[in-house]
């Protein structure tokens, strides 16, 4: 089993849509989750940190965390063909806080159509 | 002004060669970090360093070799390059390990 697992997609909404990504991880004692966008040979860039449980909020985008379900999810709201991108779900572990490490799924591509 | 810069951002070698990447942030962080992107778009970290000390060092062959000159700068060299080397090194830094990541734009390294 792989330590985070996302759904590759591609993930196609039309414009306006609600898109959502899902995140399933295996370490029941992870502490931290993160969301990057990465365009097309682009660099990844967070766009959302989460670290209790419920949803969290930031403009278009909203996290939900469910630790009991060991899951995070990504809502983007209506959506923009500028959200076309790979979305990388990232989780850090209890004994991770003070070394960084950051565990990647393998990214949900999102394509956002006019 | 680029945050996290690195260099080459194209490298194209032969097997056997050996290459360096540099990368180097004008954040103020004091923890930077490589990362391997392979052709699936699977990120995975390599290294770490913090204040010029390792702190994360993963399953990766000794071929790799980090070094941290100072806290704004972290290189990776690599030996004897093999095909599967080939990939997008990224180098990332943060304030310690509990701040937010921030990647450079990557050194597309393609072994022939």
Known sequence: ????????????????????????????????????????????????????????????????????????????????????????????????????KLIFGQGTTLQVKP | DTAVSQTPKYLVTQMGNDKSIKCEQNLGHDTMYWYKQDSKKFLKIMFSYNNKELIINETVPNRFSPKSPDKAHLNLHINSLELGDSAVYFCASSHGGRDTQYFGPGTRLTVL
């Open chain 1, 1 to 100: 089993q792989k330590e985070v697992e996302q759904n590759s997609g591609p993930l196609s909404v039309p414009e306006g849509a609600i898109a959502s990504l899902n995140c399933t991880y295996s370490d029941r004692v992870s502490q931290s989750f993160f969301w990057y966008r990465q365009y097309s040979g682009k660099s990844p860039e967070l766009i959302m940190s989460i670290y209790s449980n419920g949803d969290k909020e930031d403009g278009r985008f909203t996290a939900q965390l469910n630790k009991a379900s060991q899951y995070v999810s990504l809502l983007i709201r209506d959506s923009q063909p500028s959200d076309s991108a790979t979305y990388l779900c990232a989780v850090k572990g209890l004994g991770s806080g003070n070394t960084g």
